[in-house]
């Protein structure tokens, strides 16, 4: 992606900071769209960069990507016609089972999706479903814990763009699922909170289903010159509406074909064991 030309440097400067600094202090800051021109995805783009490069210049491992705005419903509420990306870190990756520590995350949401790992690099912008097929190493059940910087989830597209899609977590199921034995289209999935059914969805309910939102992806970074590379983890889009997530709350998705991963939040820190 390249940074608009109407948009001065220490602008995009500037609002990488602003997310930055709540996401070191915990504390949620204001929307940045008061910075950029609400509809210059390449500006907001710009901004996540200069956060993806700061944390890999201070040792984080990019490790995947995500996809999001992978509803159509989503996409119309944000008039956008096209999904979004940001960058997964190893330090985002919960193991199945683990418990978030309280004060983590500053308003997080879970969603169920499809992960993929891929076992070859995908470089041509002219991906095709098939060269998917045969990058893909296996899939496996993903609950990915959305966060936003700015307060009260208050964004538009450009937003969540420089709030790296909105990042948070990500916890991977731990039984590998080769493509040729699941028909991604047709996933059914559950997602429970505590006991209670709170969110279920299908695999088409993702641009028409998983692979159509990981050719887009591969796509968009290869034409980017950034491509997707053997050993990454692909998200590809949540397949149910997110749930808002507090603390004690327990969580677990099972998508059929692909097995299941739960977590849990921790309770209230102590006063003093927060960020």
Same mark, same amino acid.
């Given at each position: 992606m390249t940074t608009s030309p109407t948009v001065d440097e220490s602008v995009i400067?500037? &609002?990488?900071?602003?997310?930055? %600094?709540?996401e070191r202090t915990g504390v949620p800051c204001g929307p940045v769209r008061d910075l950029l021109a609400p509809t210059d995805v390449a500006a907001a783009y710009a901004v996540q960069r200069v956060n993806v490069e700061r944390g890999a210049a201070a040792g984080r491992r990019i490790v995947g990507r995500k996809t999001g705005l992978t509803s159509k419903a989503v996409q119309r509420q944000l008039g956008v016609g096209q999904p979004d990306f940001g960058a997964l870190f190893a330090d985002m990756c919960v193991a199945d089972g683990d418990?978030?520590?309280a004060g983590r995350l500053l308003q997080p949401k879970v969603e169920a999706e499809v992960a993929l790992v891929l076992g070859a690099d995908l470089p041509d912008p002219r991906v095709t479903v098939v060269d998917v097929l045969r990058a893909v190493e296996f899939a496996l059940p993903a609950l990915e814990i959305v966060d936003s910087r700015v307060a009260g989830w208050d964004i538009t597209i450009v937003d969540t763009i420089a709030d790296n899609a909105s990042?948070?977590?990500? %916890?991977?199921?731990?039984?590998?699922?080769?493509?040729?034995? %699941?028909?991604?289209r047709a996933v059914?999935?559950?997602?429970?909170?505590?006991?209670?059914? %709170?969110?279920?969805?299908? @695999?088409?309910?993702?641009? @028409?289903?998983?692979?159509?939102?990981?050719?887009?992806l591969a796509a968009t970074l290869a034409? &980017? $010159?950034d491509p997707?590379?053997?050993g990454d983890v692909v998200l590809t889009g949540a397949? $149910?509406?997110m749930i808002a997530a507090g603390p004690g709350d327990a969580f677990e998705t099972e998508i059929s074909g692909l097995g299941s991963v739960r977590t849990r939040f921790a309770s209230e820190a102590a006063e003093g064991e927060q960020r």
């Open positions: 400067s500037a &609002a990488a900071s602003r997310l930055a %600094v709540a418990e978030i520590p990042c948070g977590l990500f %916890v991977l199921g731990a039984t590998p699922a080769p493509l040729d034995r %699941v028909d991604l059914e999935m559950r997602l429970l909170k505590g006991e209670h059914l %709170v969110s279920r969805g299908t @695999g088409s309910d993702c641009l @028409g289903g998983p692979l159509n939102a990981a050719v887009w034409a &980017a $010159g997707l590379r053997a397949l $149910g509406p």
